[in-house]
T-cell receptor
């Protein structure tokens, strides 16, 4: 049973554009929603995270939007750059951290 | 600190052989996690330890998989016998507090890419 559904599976965005990755969940016991970034040949690394009592969190060009009633959250990357090309995982935590299947993002130069 | 260290980085073996993957967590981290990454299933939690004790192994696919943590600085994931469907990247991660603590941050190693022929 997939507890965190992530889309799209892959995404191509022009340099300078906005990249948007969406996630949905069912378990209302989740208390924390981190996003991880993974470059080829490396392990995932925490990028940004949000608690369910906050509707938005911004760190530089990265923003999480959270809709508790819809059980959805999304990652927005503003002014996307080729260096942002990576795989992005949304995740949710109750007694363990459950990851989405990932989105392979490619930013065209 | 050097971060989470995994070995080997790449392993190619034949079906039926025993595979042992190794992990050294960040010093002082009390929690250690083993994840498996495939294109089809993404990142799956296999097992995690707290203070060297296995807490949740519900993600271990079957009896062919076993994990141990004999001390705070070393863990192994063993597959015996290995099968082609075990081909994946296996990640070890550690954290200071349970499930990443307040920040939800797990520190991942660079992974061990396993290919079973």
């Amino acid at each position: 049973q997939q507890q965190v559904k992530q889309s799209p599976q892959s995404l191509i965005v022009q340099k300078g554009g906005i990249s948007i990755i969406n996630c949905a969940y069912e378990n209302t016991a989740f208390d924390y929603f981190p996003w991880y970034q993974q470059f080829p040949g490396k392990g995932p690394a925490l990028l940004i995270a949000i608690r369910p009592d906050v509707s938005e969190k911004k760190e530089g060009r990265f923003t999480i939007s959270f809709n508790k009633s819809a059980k959805q959250f999304s990652l927005h990357i503003m002014d996307s750059q080729p260096g942002d090309s990576a795989t992005y995982f949304c995740a949710a935590r109750d007694d363990k951290i459950i990851f989405g299947k990932g989105t392979r993002l490619h930013i065209l130069p | 600190d050097a971060g989470v260290i995994q070995s080997p980085r790449h392993e190619v073996t034949e079906m039926g052989q025993e595979v042992t993957l190794r992990c050294k967590p960040i010093s002082g981290h009390d929690y250690l996690f083993w994840y498996r990454q495939t294109m089809m299933r993404g990142l799956e939690l296999l097992i995690y330890f707290n203070n060297n004790v296995p807490i949740d192994d519900s993600g271990m696919p079957e009896d062919r998989f076993s994990a141990k943590m004999p001390n705070a600085s070393f863990s192994t994931l063993k597959i015996q016998p290995s099968e082609p469907r075990d081909s994946a990247v296996y990640f070890c991660a550690s954290s200071l507090e349970g499930q990443g603590g307040p920040t939800g941050e797990l520190f991942f190693g660079e992974g061990s890419r396993l290919t079973v022929l």
